[in-house]
């Protein structure tokens, strides 16, 4: 893959988690230490970061580095997803497991009862 598809790939992963938290490219800049014009140039491209900057940009984010690296398509998959939720609850405490087996289980249940009803 060549640095300008990673770079297009970063640029377009930081804007849309940036812009899914409400963030401005100058928040972003404040939580990570930088000047709001070094994001501009990283996602338009014209800077590619440095990987001390990426892994501080997917700390704030509170997301894996690699996820920035990703192209659109890979973080839809299935497979991906279903990665994300195993992280997630191997990351979680027993009372947030307490809080997310019901919730899962129920749209689990609600899920096949729907697919019996078609």
């Given at each position: 893959?060549?640095?300008?598809?990673?770079?297009s790939?970063l640029?377009?992963?930081?804007?849309v988690?940036r812009?899914?938290?409400?963030?401005?490219?100058?928040r972003?800049?404040?939580?990570?230490?930088?000047?709001?014009?070094?994001?501009s140039?990283?996602?338009?491209?014209?800077?590619?970061?440095?990987?001390?900057?990426?892994?501080?940009?997917?700390?704030?984010?509170?997301?894996?580095?690699?996820?920035?690296?990703?192209?659109?398509?890979?973080?839809?998959?299935s497979?991906?997803k279903k990665?994300?939720i195993i992280s997630?609850?191997?990351?979680?405490s027993?009372?947030?497991?307490?809080i997310?087996?019901?919730?899962?289980?129920?749209?689990?249940k609600?899920?096949k009862?729907?697919?019996?009803?078609?």
């Amino acid at each position: 893959m060549s640095i300008a598809k990673v770079s297009s790939i970063l640029a377009n992963r930081i804007r849309v988690v940036r812009n899914s938290k409400g963030w401005t490219q100058q928040r972003l800049a404040l939580e990570i230490n930088v000047h709001p014009t070094y994001i501009s140039r990283i996602e338009s491209c014209n800077k590619l970061p440095t990987l001390y900057i990426i892994s501080r940009i997917a700390e704030v984010f509170d997301i894996e580095a690699y996820e920035l690296l990703l192209e659109d398509e890979r973080l839809d998959t299935s497979d991906y997803k279903k990665k994300k939720i195993i992280s997630i609850l191997k990351e979680s405490s027993p009372t947030n497991i307490g809080i997310y087996y019901p919730l899962i289980n129920a749209l689990h249940k609600e899920r096949k009862k729907n697919k019996k009803h078609k």
